[in-house]
């Protein structure tokens, strides 16, 4: 209670008058003063939240792409670009069966990074990133040639979509310790052992081609990519783990001098027009990282497949569980 005039005063309503006036103002002054601090308060706490849910998503992100998973791809450099970095082409989480489901996601890239007649980059948010790619695992890459010798690390930067004349994917970009004019290379994630040894030959006998293709009762190859086929002869033995392209569908076949088996027949039309043995074993045979092409036009992409002990499949987002 503010107190401003006597007992004997309240009688003068001037002084009355100018007591009220007073009182009015402070009450003024402390409405102001309280409602300021609560806006604050209010301010800070919105504040709070968001720095909240930025770092749970900068680590709930950081988890998934250090997630303890071995990822083996091929890589590829942008040939329009003399920087030291790379690419990977991304898997995606849910399968998408019509063009508007791309180009909605492609949608949500939101700046500009590279620009010409041909190519062009843009960077797609890493918050979204994570709901519809396949990121685990894929912080740091260790890239080899075609035969398995290390050439550089490789650190993640971002992810992108890379709008081009044949093929427009989405990747995840990283900064290489040199500048690598990919030929073939691939890429392993948490990965620091030794290769296994080398056991096998390579060569392209389209003489052993014609007379697998001749077994299996299929046509002559498509001759438009390039080799056939590629036989892998095991050191001290008569065994021989062939990849051959039929006119449209791929095979794999292990044979030796008194017998054969189809361990894969791809399931579309397909031919392969590259491979990479990666050494690494699992019941009894190398896992096979290959190069397709649509026999009837340009699309491309990469497979990864082991064994399973009957045949060859396709592991899934080639990933290696440990």
């Excluded at 309280?34 to 849910?53: A, R």
């Excluded at 260790?142 to 490789?154: E, M, R, T």
């Excluded at 979509?161 to 691939?186: C, G, M, R, W």
């Excluded at 076949?253 to 399931?267: A, E």
Aim: aromatic residues 14%; contains cysteine.
């Amino acid at each position: 209670m503010v107190k401003c005039v006597s007992q004997k005063e309240v009688s003068n309503p001037i002084k009355v008058l100018k007591c009220q006036m007073k009182y009015l103002s402070i009450l003024t002054i402390l409405f102001f003063i309280f409602s300021c601090s609560n806006k604050d308060n209010f301010k800070g706490s919105n504040h709070d939240s968001l720095q909240t849910n930025k770092i749970d998503t900068f680590n709930t992100i950081n988890n998934v792409l250090n997630e303890n998973i071995q990822y083996i791809n091929f890589i590829y450099n942008f040939y329009f670009s003399k920087e030291n970095e790379v690419y990977i082409e991304l898997d995606l989480i849910k399968e998408v069966k019509t063009a508007d489901e791309y180009n909605k996601i492609r949608k949500l890239a939101d700046s500009l990074i590279y620009n010409d007649d041909e190519n062009s980059r843009y960077r797609f948010p890493l918050s979204l990133a994570t709901k519809y790619f396949d990121l685990r695992g894929i912080s740091k890459l260790k890239i080899y040639d075609n035969n398995h010798k290390f050439i550089s690390n490789a650190d993640f930067v971002r992810v992108e979509f890379l709008n081009q004349n044949i093929q427009s994917p989405f990747i995840a970009v990283y900064k290489t310790e040199k500048y690598i004019k990919e030929d073939n290379h691939y890429c392993r994630s948490n990965f620091n052992e030794t290769f296994e040894p080398t056991n096998y030959s390579v060569t392209t006998d389209t003489i052993l081609t014609q007379e697998l293709l001749t077994k299996i009762d299929e046509k002559i190859p498509y001759y438009g990519i390039g080799n056939d086929a590629s036989h892998f002869h095991f050191f001290n033995s008569d065994t021989i783990l062939s990849v051959i392209n039929s006119e449209k569908v791929v095979y794999i076949v292990l044979s030796t001098s008194n017998d054969f088996k189809v361990l894969y027949r791809s399931s579309d039309s397909e031919n392969v027009y590259h491979i990479n043995i990666i050494p690494l074993i699992k019941n009894g045979l190398p896992y096979l990282l290959i190069k397709n092409v649509w026999p009837e036009g340009d699309s491309r992409w990469d497979i990864l497949l082991c064994f399973d002990g009957t045949k060859y499949t396709e592991v899934k987002s080639k990933r290696i569980e440990k």
